[in-house]
């Protein structure tokens, strides 16, 4: 870091928060603030009361008195009265994007930013498996789990790939991106933005930071930075013959360019329309980056935790854990993977105060049963108990969900989990519910 950083603000001490302290200089003074004891006690294990202040409570002006720059986490809400007058007041913001990006100047590695109201995960964690395959150096970062700060010897990279949550762009201004792509955007955190046009503008704040941009050109709410884009990819026809088409010629899935370039699917494992979606996301980011790129061995792809995870079978019935469905056009996607099949859907939590409708014609569908947990549950009641066809309970514990769900399905049934909100009303994240829910259903 700057020789000239003396003291740092960290608002918010977990794994973010954590990350940017260990990348600070030793010398540089760490004023830690969190809401969590629990949190604040861990960075003071850590980092220790020498030199460093820790403070809980409530957020006061003069903890920004004689600091640098204030680094603050994704949990921690710009919009906090005293954030937006320090703002005004030409106070330095970081997170630990910007941070990496001001420090690091990447000669000869290539960056693939992706982001997206669902789906960045998969894709990078896609394009992270297809760059090892070939041989290629390659490490996904971000909001994907481990802190870009955290990378050990960035620079012996062929190839660096960030998932960019909507907070992680707030503050980034300024940044070495070859690619970024725009997966998708539905409503979303809208506990955290005033207006779904904010969420929007911060999402394509990515399109003016990277050299070579493409998006979804199915998306609708997309359309107003279809001008910005370079390249799309989607399943409606396009007049640029660079741009990624997904094609079903007699019934033999494959994605094809204008100009000759093609790659079948049939080896693809994942299930679900979406999946396709996403490797011709991930195909159309290492292709703009590296031409003559040949070595998609797609066959191998593996899913991510907790996205569409299949557990196990039991009695004929099929267990799948969607815990990182956190809104609900991630549930309706694995909704739609599951064509045909009687599906007993555990649900709820914190909805992010989402519009829940959009849920109602899949419900209708194929869900005969929904198991409701958490705060939110008699929201989804509120919403959708005039569905005849659809069975509602609510459950106070994740295990009696489950074991209601085991209880009314049959062989050749799903059982479910995917949630449509946060987690954080009953646990520390989403990781923490699924791996709940796989406890629970390995013990049937």
């Known amino acids: 870091m700057n020789e000239n950083i003396n003291h740092v603000l960290i608002l918010g001490c977990g794994q973010t928060g954590l990350s940017i302290a260990k990348y600070l200089d030793s010398n540089t003074k760490i004023s830690f603030y969190d809401e969590s004891k629990t949190a604040l006690d861990n960075a003071?294990?850590?980092?220790?009361?020498?030199?460093?202040?820790?403070?809980?409570?409530?957020?006061?002006?003069?903890?920004?008195?004689n600091v640098d720059f204030v680094a603050i986490s994704p949990g921690v809400d710009p919009r906090h009265p005293l954030l937006k007058r320090m703002i005004k007041k030409g106070v330095t913001f970081h997170n630990d994007i910007s941070l990496f990006f001001e420090k690091k100047n990447l000669l000869g590695i290539k960056v693939i930013a992706v982001t997206g109201t669902n789906g960045k995960t998969t894709v990078c964690s896609m394009i992270e498996q297809i760059a090892l395959e070939s041989g290629l150096k390659a490490k996904a970062v971000g909001n994907i789990g481990l802190p870009i700060l955290d990378i050990d010897q960035v620079e012996t990279l062929d190839l660096l790939i960030i998932e960019l949550s909507s907070f992680q762009l707030e503050l980034l201004n300024k940044?070495?991106?070859?690619?970024?792509?725009?997966?998708?955007?539905?409503?979303?955190?809208?506990?955290?933005?005033?207006?779904?046009?904010?969420?929007?503008?911060?999402?394509?704040?990515?399109?003016?930071?990277?050299k070579i941009n493409i998006i979804n050109r199915d998306d609708n709410k997309l359309d107003a930075l279809m001008h910005k884009a370079n390249l799309s990819f989607g399943i409606s026809e396009?007049?640029?013959?660079?741009?990624?088409?997904?094609?079903?010629n007699n019934h033999s899935p494959s994605i094809e360019r204008g100009d000759g370039f093609a790659i079948e699917l049939n080896s693809l494992k994942l299930i679900g329309e979406h999946n396709k979606f996403n490797i011709m996301a991930a195909i159309a980011c290492i292709k703009s980056i590296?031409?003559?790129?040949?070595?998609?061995?797609?066959?191998?792809?593996?899913?991510?935790?907790?996205?569409?995870?299949?557990?196990?079978?039991?009695?004929?019935?099929?267990?799948?854990?969607?815990?990182?469905?956190?809104?609900?056009?991630?549930?309706?996607?694995?909704l739609k993977s599951f064509d045909k099949k009687n599906i007993f859907l555990i649900a709820g939590g914190d909805s992010k105060n989402q519009i829940l409708k959009p849920l109602e014609k899949y419900l209708k569908q194929g869900v005969s049963s929904l198991y409701l947990i958490g705060q939110d549950a008699h929201i989804f009641e509120e919403n959708f108990n005039f569905i005849k066809s659809l069975k509602i309970t609510s459950h106070k514990l994740m295990k009696d969900a489950v074991l209601s769900a085991y209880e009314d399905a049959e062989a050749g049934d799903i059982v479910l989990l995917s949630p449509a909100c946060a987690s954080y009303d009953m646990y520390k994240n989403y990781k923490e519910r699924g791996d709940e829910y796989k406890s629970i259903v390995e013990e049937l």
């Open 175 to 210: 940044a070495k991106i070859d690619v970024g792509v725009i997966l998708n955007i539905s409503d979303d955190h809208m506990d955290r933005y005033d207006s779904f046009k904010q969420y929007f503008q911060v999402k394509a704040k990515l399109f003016d930071l990277a």
């Open 238 to 248: 396009s007049n640029n013959k660079y741009d990624y088409i997904l094609s079903d």
């Open 44 to 65: 003071r294990n850590l980092f220790g009361t020498k030199k460093n202040l820790y403070f809980l409570g409530d957020l006061k002006e003069l903890l920004f008195e």
């Open 290 to 334: 590296l031409p003559n790129f040949k070595h998609f061995k797609i066959g191998n792809l593996k899913g991510v935790n907790h996205r569409l995870e299949r557990l196990k079978n039991l009695q004929g019935i099929e267990f799948y854990n969607d815990s990182k469905a956190t809104n609900v056009n991630a549930t309706i996607t694995a």
